[in-house]
């Protein structure tokens, strides 16, 4: 009798549901269809095509045997994304840079069916963003919001290209905000939020309800991998910076405050009568650097980055890793218990990052970098981050992982010292698995 009670009352509640007005007194009952009408068609979906050449151990004996040429076969692999037009005129549209990373051909469908070919203007691993581009009419933009406005709280909408399905929405709200000291992922300022994210949303919308871009989706928090309710987006104030540098620069361009941190232990929050949550301990300050114009000294505990609170290492280094080139940087720090506040300026010869061949001809195709604070108690130099494939650095013979420790004898300890001791030519010092080789570069 229960069950039979149990079944009537989920019988009159679905009838209850089918029924429900459209309106109550006259008024229309709320609905996010008219703004989702304006957004969708600034939502694409973003298919790549991979090719690989893998060689089999087979095809190769027989090939020796009988004196054939050995031919490597290939492996298309594809994926699909998600994207959003920002600039209707140019054809520019954000989206991941894992979406598109290593792609060999790139293609955008279009809400209204229409399908193009997009070439990648620039796109950056440390964000997680990529511009691409399409040439096409009548496109759609979807308006930038300030996403430093957002509120834990406020209701968002998701709008990307599930499991391949095709265009899905879906909502919830602003479950965090500054999320930071995610697994795997590079410089991290994360809106989270727990509307549906899963596979194939990536390089998708999250929107406010006045239609605006407040995020690009971008990774999810899964034991399983489908949706939890744990979702994370790139701000899209972080999403429209990093576009300004790839369209100028195809590259986005770090700069660095010159300190080496290290986290507050117990025994070091004792010695400096701080909490161990209070800031970063500064153990090293580089030479000619912003923060040794700034006059900070080791043994300062910088506290806070334009003014945001600085707890962690980690964090310090998602703060630094974000700061662009040319700007202004207050840095508040104590020192003997003092509180301090200092103004200094990251230049264009601050970087933190350059491409080779911004260097040296020869060494196009390589990424450099400063050398990474976690190594730099048992090594100095420039650290090559990655050499492409049959570049001119690659047959110079650098590859990724190489240290080059002086430039004609003279020892570097940064891209800045590497940049103005370059010449046409020149002989690097490089350091590789626990040897040292001279790379000469000619003019």
């Excluded at 190769?60 to 009988?66: A, G, K, L, T, V």
């Excluded at 959003?84 to 790139?106: M, P």
């Excluded at 096409?136 to 430093?148: G, I, N, V, Y």
């Excluded at 050499?387 to 420790?405: F, Y």
Aim: glycine residues 10%; contains cysteine; proline residues 4%.
């Amino acid at each position: 009798m229960k069950s039979l009670t149990f079944v009537f009352c989920v019988f009159a509640f679905k009838s209850l549901m089918a029924a429900l007005p459209t309106a109550v007194d006259g008024q229309p009952l709320p609905s996010l269809a008219p703004v989702l009408e304006q957004v969708t068609p600034a939502v694409v979906n973003v298919n790549t095509k991979s090719v690989q050449y893998v060689r089999s151990r087979n095809n190769d004996f027989y090939s020796w045997f009988y004196g054939l040429p050995s031919a490597p076969r290939e492996r298309v692999t594809q994926s699909l994304g998600s994207g959003v037009i920002i600039d209707a005129v140019q054809g520019l549209i954000l989206t991941n840079h894992h979406v598109v990373n290593d792609a060999d051909e790139i293609s955008v469908v279009l809400h209204d069916g229409r399908q193009f070919d997009a070439r990648l203007i620039g796109s950056d691993e440390g964000t997680d963003v990529a511009v691409i581009q399409i040439e096409a009419k009548d496109l759609t933009a979807l308006p930038l919001a300030d996403s430093s406005e957002l509120r834990v709280g406020d209701f968002v909408v998701a709008v990307g290209n599930p499991f391949g399905l095709g265009q899905t929405v879906t909502s919830g709200i602003v479950s965090a905000l500054g999320r930071t000291s995610l697994s795997g992922l590079g410089y991290q300022n994360f809106i989270q939020t727990d509307a549906s994210i899963n596979p194939g949303n990536s390089g998708g919308a999250l929107i406010n309800l006045n239609g605006e871009l407040v995020g690009i989706n971008t990774a999810i928090f899964s034991p399983s991998g489908g949706n939890v309710g744990i979702g994370f987006a790139i701000p899209s104030s972080l999403a429209e910076r990093m576009m300004r540098q790839l369209v100028a620069y195809g590259t986005v361009r770090r700069g660095s405050l010159g300190i080496q941190v290290q986290d507050i232990t117990d025994r070091l929050s004792q010695a400096f009568n701080i909490a161990i949550n209070q800031g970063v301990l500064v153990t090293a300050v580089d030479p000619e650097s912003p923060a040794e114009r700034a006059g900070l000294q080791a043994g300062d505990v910088v506290t806070y980055i334009n003014g945001q609170k600085i707890s962690s290492s980690k964090q310090f280094q998602n703060f630094e890793g974000l700061i662009e080139l040319d700007s202004d940087v207050t840095v508040g720090f104590l020192r003997e218990g003092k509180e301090l506040r200092k103004l200094t300026r990251i230049s264009e010869i601050d970087r933190s990052e350059m491409s080779g061949q911004e260097l040296h001809r020869e060494l196009t195709g390589s990424v450099l970098i400063n050398l990474p604070h976690k190594y730099r108690e048992n090594y100095q130099g420039v650290f090559v981050e990655s050499v492409e494939r049959s570049s001119s650095a690659w047959q110079l013979g650098l590859r990724a992982g190489d240290l080059i420790t002086a430039v004609d004898k003279n020892d570097i300890v940064n891209l800045k010292q590497l940049n103005k001791r370059m010449a046409k030519k020149v002989v690097l010092s490089i350091y590789r698995n626990g040897r040292y080789y001279l790379l000469p570069l000619s003019d």
